[in-house]
């Protein structure tokens, strides 16, 4: 049998001479084709076959270190329990958070309530009213801050680190979180040298629930803003400071708090819904620590960000003194949204999330630049207005500062309030200190009456040193 060109395989001779049936040859290269029952088969066939491992591509070097999708799901009071139209919803903390739960900076502490483990998909996702869930949130709110103001100062791709008070190049300790901190305690407070921050919780006198401090969003954002200012400007929190000073702090602790609200967009969508777009009308944003105030029997909060309070108005008293400068950056706000305001082109939520995005970045740097000791209002208020113009932010921007401090009697404007002001003006301080004036801290917040800040702990120190010295003499005069 001749071959045949192209043939795969010869049909061997014995096959013919056996008289074999002569198979048809099968071509070099021949690909077979299924048929239309087949295909139907094979279809039907994969439908009950769990899906083998997908075959992935290698990836160029150097391969990520650290996973893509890593953090963790969180349920928090979004706002103040008192607030129904937010409420607890869930969040999203990007990063490793191990059990406790805790993390790099921030770590719970609470004797009493076991650390709290993550389920199955690394959530922190707890019951409202349970220890475990006053855990959660507390750490979450306090993180999400640290967050917020690390984003602020952030370049590029690359967050910048914020320091607390006591890190070193050799101290990376973590802040510690204390919910449930000060049993039957009405108040709050930050403390370096505990390195952490207490929540209080108590029974009003008109209600028979007890009322925890830790779950309100505004209270464990103030005692953070403490903690983050502490680390930046350590002379800042002490007592002997003049009195606008440690309004600074307080106030901080209040606009924490807000801006923290309008960093999370749920809350912005309800911000403008309620006010209809205007952040002069009734609104949870202003009012702080709601739940709190009313059981003090207050109607609006512990304070109101959305005043007219004057310097001249405040004398010495650090809470008072705080107001007017919170009440001067919450018009800011106000008057920067309403100039980027374009409903027909943007969403007014993204709108004013984008304005206090850049609101907050804009006094935190302010904030840094301002003098290490005995700041004022006037210093801050010049810093802001020299980094917007830095910024490139349009004219309007100085004026509202501008305008805003000076209605507020922290700087006196050579120019009229209807003129542009000019570039490269430092303004003049108005209502000023007085040389001799004592913070008067009695209604603050645990962290501004906290002993550590009074100096107290050195008239201990001191009286100690006095008895061993004394002891010293004594012996010296026995021997």
């Known amino acids: 049998m001749e071959r045949q060109p192209g043939i795969a395989s010869e049909i061997p001779a014995s096959s013919v001479a056996n008289g074999s049936p002569i198979v048809n040859p099968i071509p070099v290269g021949y690909v077979p084709t299924p048929t239309e029952n087949y295909r139907a088969h094979r279809k039907s066939a994969q439908l009950l076959v769990e899906p083998g491992m997908p075959k992935l591509k290698p990836l160029p070097l150097p391969i990520p270190t650290r996973p893509l999708f890593m953090g963790a799901r969180v349920l928090i009071w979004k706002q103040d329990p008192s607030v129904a139209e937010i409420g607890t919803r869930k969040a999203f903390l990007p990063g490793l958070v191990l059990e406790g739960p805790r993390d790099a900076r921030v770590t719970h502490g609470t004797p009493g309530i076991p650390p709290v483990s993550p389920n199955a998909f690394g959530d922190f996702v707890q019951t409202p009213g349970t220890d475990q869930f006053d855990a959660v949130h507390t750490f979450a709110v306090v993180r999400e801050t640290l967050t917020m103001y690390q984003r602020a100062l952030a370049i590029g791709n690359s967050a910048a680190p914020l320091p607390w008070q006591w890190n070193t190049s050799s101290n990376s300790d973590a802040l510690q979180v204390f919910p449930h901190g000060l049993p039957d305690t009405m108040n709050a407070f930050y403390s370096r040298n505990q390195k952490c921050v207490r929540f209080g919780d108590f029974v009003?006198?008109?209600?028979?629930?007890?009322?925890?401090?830790?779950?309100?969003?505004?209270?464990?954002?103030?005692?953070?803003?403490?903690?983050?200012?502490?680390?930046?400007k350590?002379?800042?929190?002490?007592?002997?400071?003049?009195?606008?000073?440690?309004?600074?702090?307080?106030?901080?602790?209040?606009?924490?708090?807000?801006?923290?609200?309008l960093s999370q967009l749920d809350q912005v969508e309800a911000v403008i819904t309620q006010t209809k777009a205007n952040l002069h009308d009734k609104t949870f944003l202003s009012d702080l620590a709601e739940q709190f105030g009313l059981a003090?029997?207050?109607?609006?909060?512990?304070?109101?960000?959305?005043?007219?309070?004057?310097?001249?108005q405040a004398g010495t008293e650090v809470h008072a003194i705080s107001q007017v400068f919170t009440g001067a950056i919450y018009d800011i706000l106000a008057d920067i949204f309403s100039f980027e305001r374009k409903p027909g082109v943007r969403d007014d939520a993204l709108t004013l999330h984008q304005v206090a995005e850049y609101l907050r970045s804009l006094l935190l740097r302010a904030l840094i630049a301002a003098p290490a000791s005995a700041a004022t209002y006037a210093d801050v208020?010049?810093?802001?207005?020299n980094i917007a113009n830095a910024d490139g932010k349009p004219q309007a921007y100085r004026n509202f500062i501008r305008n805003r401090f000076t209605v507020r009697e922290v700087v006196v404007s050579p120019t009229p309030l209807t003129e542009d002001m000019a570039e490269n003006l430092k303004l003049e301080a108005a209502v000023q200190?007085?040389?001799?004036?004592?913070?008067?801290?009695?209604?603050?917040?645990?962290?501004?009456?906290?002993a550590e800040y009074f100096g107290m702990a050195d008239l201990f120190n001191d009286e100690l040193e006095a008895l061993m010295h004394s002891l010293k003499h004594e012996r010296r005069k026995q021997a």
Not at 219 to 228: D, N
Not at 234 to 261: C, K, M, R, V, Y
Request: with cysteine.
């Open 204 to 232: 009003p006198t008109n209600s028979n629930a007890r009322l925890y401090t830790c779950r309100s969003l505004d209270i464990v954002a103030h005692e953070t803003g403490h903690a983050i200012l502490d680390g930046l």
């Open 234 to 261: 350590p002379n800042w929190l002490l007592a002997n400071s003049p009195p606008q000073t440690g309004g600074l702090h307080e106030s901080f602790g209040d606009l924490t708090a807000i801006f923290l609200a």
């Open 296 to 312: 003090l029997g207050r109607p609006n909060g512990l304070r109101n960000a959305d005043n007219d309070l004057k310097l001249s």
């Open 381 to 385: 208020a010049n810093q802001m207005l």
């Open 433 to 450: 200190d007085q040389p001799d004036a004592v913070q008067d801290r009695r209604t603050c917040c645990g962290t501004m009456n906290h």
